[in-house]
């Protein structure tokens, strides 16, 4: 979908007073659909342990991408909200999880499953802390 698409999407519905999905969230996109036919290959060159992993963390990402799509809809703001957009530009692409544009600004909405405390330093970097089974602090990542 063009940037054009986007736009028009929006400027031809002016008098929107309620939040409209002009591109719906799908719990089963095609990505999921390729991973679970993966599963079920008997090609011993399929790696199923990869698979499930990814099939795992994918899934994961969904609830996520669900959780955001279920908010804006019930937002009931006046916008117009396009999921999981691809955008191509001389040879770049970019994938959106969700482009949400109102009257007066376009939000760009990427979502993620983080697990743990999130700390930002002195710096203005973001630390995950991740806590062991009995809930001591026992591991740091800083997310960029």
């Known amino acids: 979908m063009a940037f054009k698409e986007i736009y028009q999407a929006f400027s031809d519905n002016r008098d929107i007073n309620t939040t409209i999905f002009k591109k719906e969230f799908t719990d089963s996109p095609p990505h999921m659909q390729e991973l679970n036919s993966l599963i079920k290959d008997t090609n011993r060159a399929v790696n199923k342990e990869l698979v499930e992993q990814h099939l795992h963390l994918f899934k994961l990402g969904l609830i996520g991408e669900s959780n ?16 999981d957009i691809q955008l191509e530009h001389e040879g ?10 109102t009257h007066s600004v376009i939000f760009i909405i990427e979502t993620k499953k983080l697990f743990g405390d999130i700390e930002v330093n002195k710096e203005g970097n973001f630390i995950r802390k991740i806590k062991n089974k009995i809930w001591k602090s026992s591991q740091k990542r800083r997310n960029v």
């Not at 799509?69 to 006046?78: F, I, R």
């Not at 770049?92 to 544009?101: L, N, P, S």
């Open 68 to 83: 955001v799509a279920y908010e804006l809809k019930n937002s009931m703001l006046p916008m117009v909200c396009l999921h």
């Open 92 to 101: 770049y692409t970019a994938q959106f999880d969700f482009i949400v544009v």
